[in-house]
C-alpha cells in the first residue's frame, strides 16, 4: 500500500493505492473522494476540473447532511428555523491519515457549532475511510457525536460510470457493467440509484448515483452517537 499527497487550488489532496489495484483519490473539502480506479480503468465519475469539483454546487462524491424537507422542525416541542445552505460538503475537513502492510486508513473530522445550521447542540462529525491493502474493498464508516439532543445524518453521494444495476434491496445495490461489479452493503441505510449525465471533454458521460438514505429520521444525545457503516466491494468480471 502506498500513499502520495499533492497540491492542487491551495488543497492537499492524497491518493491511495493497494497492491490489487485499488486506487482512490481523497479531498479534505468535504471529507471527499475525487476518484475510483480499479486496474487503471477510472470507475467514478466527478468534474474532471478541480475548480469546478470543488464548487461549493458540486456534491460527487463528497460527506452531506441532508437532514430535512421542511424549513423548521419540532424537537421537544421547540421550534428550530433550519439554514438551507448550511451544507458540511462545503467545509475544510481536518485529516488524519494512517498507513500500515495491510490497510490504509484516513478519518475526516469537522465541527459543526450549536445553532450554525439553525439545530440545537454542538456536533463533532467524523468519517473515515479505510482500504484494504490485499483485497478490492472500501470501508466508509459514519459518526457524529453531540452535546445536547438533535437530528444527525450524514452520508457521500457516490458516482459511479458502470451503467447496470444487478441488485436493488433494502441495504444493498449491486452496479456492474461488462467488466466490473461494485456491490455496495450496509446494514443501516437504505440506497437511491440515480442516473446522472456529466460533461468531459465535450464527451456526455453517463453515471449511477448512490445515495445512502436513513430509513427515519435519527436523533443523538450525550450519551448516544450517530454511527453508520457501508462496504464497497469491487470485483473483476474477467482477467486483465
Same mark, same amino acid.
Given at each position: ?83 438551507? @445552505?448550511?451544507? =458540511? /460538503?462545503?467545509?475544510?475537513? &481536518?485529516? !488524519?491519515?494512517? *498507513?500500515?502492510?495491510? %490497510?490504509?486508513? $484516513? ?16 456536533? @463533532?462529525?467524523? =468519517? /473515515?475511510?479505510?482500504?484494504? &491493502?490485499? !483485497?478490492?474493498? *472500501?470501508?466508509?464508516? %459514519?459518526?457524529? $457525536? ?37 456491490? $455496495? ?56
Amino acid at each position: 500500500m502506498i500513499y502520495k499527497t499533492y497540491k492542487s487550488n491551495g488543497i492537499t489532496f492524497l491518493r491511495a493505492t493497494n497492491e490489487v489495484g485499488l486506487s482512490l483519490l481523497f479531498c479534505p473539502i468535504g471529507a471527499a473522494i475525487k476518484s475510483i480506479s480499479v486496474d487503471n480503468n477510472e470507475l467514478f465519475l466527478t468534474p474532471k476540473s478541480v475548480q469546478n469539483f470543488l464548487s461549493s454546487d458540486n456534491l460527487l462524491g463528497k460527506t452531506i447532511n441532508p437532514l430535512f424537507d421542511n424549513d423548521e422542525i419540532d424537537i421537544r416541542g421547540d421550534k428550530y428555523q433550519l439554514k438551507k @445552505n448550511f451544507q =458540511i /460538503s462545503r467545509f475544510y475537513f &481536518n485529516a !488524519k491519515p494512517l *498507513l500500515d502492510n495491510n %490497510y490504509f486508513y $484516513i478519518q475526516y473530522s469537522f465541527s459543526k457549532k450549536k445553532m450554525e445550521d439553525g439545530l440545537p447542540g454542538n456536533i @463533532n462529525y467524523y =468519517i /473515515s475511510y479505510t482500504m484494504s &491493502n490485499t !483485497k478490492n474493498e *472500501l470501508l466508509v464508516d %459514519y459518526r457524529a $457525536i453531540s452535546d445536547t439532543y438533535t437530528p444527525a445524518y450524514i452520508s457521500n453521494i457516490f458516482p459511479f460510470l458502470l451503467s447496470d444495476i444487478a441488485t436493488k434491496e433494502d441495504g444493498k445495490v449491486v452496479l456492474e457493467n461488462d467488466d466490473y461489479q461494485i456491490e $455496495i452493503s450496509s446494514n443501516e441505510y437504505v440506497f437511491e440509484v440515480v442516473n446522472h449525465q456529466l460533461i468531459q471533454d465535450d464527451i456526455v458521460k453517463s453515471a449511477l448515483l448512490i445515495s445512502p438514505r436513513e430509513k427515519g429520521l435519527y436523533y443523538i444525545d450525550k450519551d448516544k452517537q450517530y454511527h453508520r457503516q457501508i462496504i464497497y466491494r469491487f470485483i473483476r468480471k474477467r482477467a486483465w
